[in-house]
């Protein structure tokens, strides 16, 4: 068993991140409509877990962003997300270490806080010191309790802490964060994939 961050450097190294993102797309861009769809006013935003940064990319083009940042444990992803661009800032961090400079707008996260053993520590870490008042934490989960597709995907890709938890457990833990207005649906469900877990909440 290897740590995530390991994992994933391989990925990124191999090109195995490229296969990823275009396999979350399709969530990520409903996270981001969702996300956005009211917004009228200039937004800051952070992608955690931002892999090869393609939604740090894709978010940095919208006329409203003034500013888009990718967090990233693994430095073969942040070293690539950086060779592919130079508009916008990436770190290389454990999430659980890092905080902005400046608290931003809205932090998205796909297919990232399972890998955490407490996943309710990062929620109240980015709650407490990466929102502004009044920001959005959103993020994607794909392996749940729910979604029996995903069940043996610990074993499958060695994986040392996957942490599964049920939806009432995610929603439970953004209401112990002291987050608001929280919401929680799922996305592209189909043919037994209970589809992509999305949870949301306004600080
Ligand atoms: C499944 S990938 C998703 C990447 C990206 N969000 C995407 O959709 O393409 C999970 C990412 O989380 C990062 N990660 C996992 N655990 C982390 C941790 N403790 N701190 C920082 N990054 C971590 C990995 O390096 C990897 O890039």
Not at 7 to 29: C, I, L, N, P, Q
Not at 69 to 86: N, R
Not at 90 to 116: G, I, Q, R, T
Request: glycine fraction near 8%; charged fraction near 20%.
């Amino acid at each position: 068993m290897k740590s995530s961050i390991d994992v994933f450097s391989d990925w990124a190294r191999d090109g195995r991140d490229e296969a990823m993102a275009d396999g979350h797309t399709s969530s990520v861009k409903a996270m981001l409509d969702f996300s956005l769809k009211d917004q009228t006013n200039p937004f800051s935003f952070i992608d955690a877990g931002c892999g090869n940064g393609w939604v740090v990319r894709m978010v940095g083009q919208y006329s409203l962003c003034n500013s888009a940042t990718g967090v990233d444990g693994s430095k073969f992803m942040i070293e690539k997300a950086e060779s592919l661009d130079s508009d916008h800032t990436y770190h290389c961090s454990e999430l659980l270490n890092w905080a902005p400079h400046e608290k931003v707008d809205l932090v998205h996260s796909m297919e990232v806080f399972y890998y955490f053993a407490n996943p309710n520590l990062l929620i109240q870490h980015i709650t407490d010191k990466w929102l502004n008042p009044e920001g959005r934490l959103i993020v994607g989960i794909d392996y749940y309790k729910e979604n029996k597709p995903s069940e043996n995907w610990r074993t499958e890709c060695g994986i040392s802490i996957m942490t599964r938890l049920s939806i009432t457990e995610w929603v439970g833990m953004f209401i112990h964060a002291g987050l608001n207005n929280i919401q929680s649906w799922q996305v592209g469900a189909k043919d037994g994939w209970a589809g992509t877990l999305v949870v949301t909440g306004i600080k």
